[in-house]
T-cell receptor, first 113, second 113 residues
Framework: ETGVTQTPRHLVMGMTNKKSLKCEQH?????MYWYKQSAKKPLELMFV???????ENNSVPSRFSPECPNSSHLFLHLHTLQPEDSALYLC????????????FGPGTRLLVL | KQEVTQIPAALSVPEGENLVLNCSFT??????LQWFRQDPGKGLTSLLL?????REQTSGRLNASLDKSSGRSTLYIAASQPGDSATYLC????????????FGGGTRVLVKP
């Protein structure tokens, strides 16, 4: 148990659906991250938030829309996804951005049909 | 662009043998290097973080070394146990704004009883 929770753990959606992934951290951290882990590819950073402000968008398509209402919660809104977006989506947090250990949630396994 | 490589991609050893996992990176201007463990279908667990000014870090049976000039890190796991079976990922944090980790593809380890 790392102190970072993600819901749902599994999600199946059609290409026309809209869904959201939720991440919550109970560690009092200020920075939160979304990562994508596809089969046979290294883990890729998607977004970074520091004190609720987005500081990094790693050229992610607009069909992925992050939201960070406060330092403890992070959402990833999904719409009109493609089958190649099927992956494990991991959330992480750290006390501050820069030089600190990141703590990861268990991930949401997403399947786009 | 920073690239991180882990060789071998998979490793199988008998219980009790020492494990040696390699990680190489192309840009030596790193802030730190981190080793993670990932169990199947789950999130990442941080094992060790080595700052760029350090040469090694130790935690129990784990020892990680860092040679920045040659762009290499090695994770040693002494007296391996079946419970050490997992995928081991290394990641480097680059000297840039934000906490951007670049991950290797991982080494999948199987320790046979």
């Amino acid at each position: 148990e790392t102190g970072v929770t993600q819901t749902p753990r599994h999600l199946v959606m059609g290409m026309t659906n809209k869904k959201s992934l939720k991440c919550e951290q109970h560690l009092g951290h200020n920075a939160m991250y979304w990562y994508k882990q596809s089969a046979k590819k290294p883990l890729e950073l998607m977004f970074v938030y520091n004190f609720k402000e987005q500081t990094e968008n790693n050229s992610v398509p607009s069909r992925f829309s992050p939201e960070c209402p406060n330092s403890s919660h992070l959402f990833l809104h999904l719409h009109t996804l493609q089958p190649e977006d099927s992956a494990l989506y991991l959330c992480a947090s750290s006390r501050n951005p820069g030089g600190e250990t990141q703590y990861f949630g268990p991930g949401t396994r997403l399947l786009v049909l | 662009k920073q690239e991180v490589t882990q060789i071998p991609a998979a490793l199988s050893v008998p219980e009790g043998e020492n494990l040696v996992l390699n990680c190489s990176f192309t840009d030596s201007a790193i802030y730190n290097l981190q080793w993670f463990r990932q169990d199947p279908g789950k999130g990442l667990t941080s094992l060790l973080l080595i700052q760029s000014s350090q040469r090694e870090q130790t935690s129990g049976r784990l020892n990680a070394s860092l040679d920045k000039s040659s762009g290499r890190s090695t994770l040693y796991i002494a007296a391996s146990q079946p419970g050490d079976s997992a995928t081991y990922l290394c990641a480097v944090e680059i000297k840039a704004a934000g906490n951007k980790l670049t991950f290797g593809g991982g080494t999948r380890v199987l320790v046979k009883p």
